[in-house]
Nanobody, 121 residues
Framework: QVQLVESGGGLVQDGGSLRLSCAAS????????MGWYRQAPGKQRELVAH???????NYIDSVQGRFTISRENAKNTVSLQMNSLKPEDTAVYYC???????????????WGQGTQVTVSS
């Protein structure tokens, strides 16, 4: 099976920084995209940023210029550096990996357990 383990959440003041990390392990053939999603209370889960195996990145407008996603393909890890955090960034952040567990099988989505990020005003 595949496991995604996140770390790095916590409580920070308005304008502060946090770095989230996620490591994928288990039966992995290769990972296509990796990304971070978030879900605030009473809201739907939304994509924050994702990165392809080749390093192409995409961000939602509200975090553009403040957050940076990166990955290390050899280690199956992805990180999210979050700067200039705002109270509206408060949410549970989830790591996602779109991958193949074996050659010639479909891509599948796997999720981490989530890590809480709270930004106080």
């Amino acid at each position: 099976q595949v496991q995604l383990v996140e770390s790095g959440g916590g409580l920070v003041q308005d304008g502060g920084s946090l770095r989230l990390s996620c490591a994928a392990s288990g039966s992995i053939f290769n990972i296509h995209t990796m990304g971070w999603y978030r879900q605030a209370p009473g809201k739907q889960r939304e994509l924050v940023a994702h990165i392809t195996r080749e390093g192409t990145t995409n961000y939602i407008d509200s975090v553009q210029g403040r957050f940076t996603i990166s990955r290390e393909n050899a280690k199956n890890t992805v990180s999210l550096q979050m700067n200039s955090l705002k109270p509206e960034d408060t949410a549970v952040y989830y790591c996602n990996a779109n991958l193949k567990v074996r050659a010639f099988t479909p891509l599948r989505d796997f999720w981490g357990q989530g890590t809480q990020v709270t930004v106080s005003s």
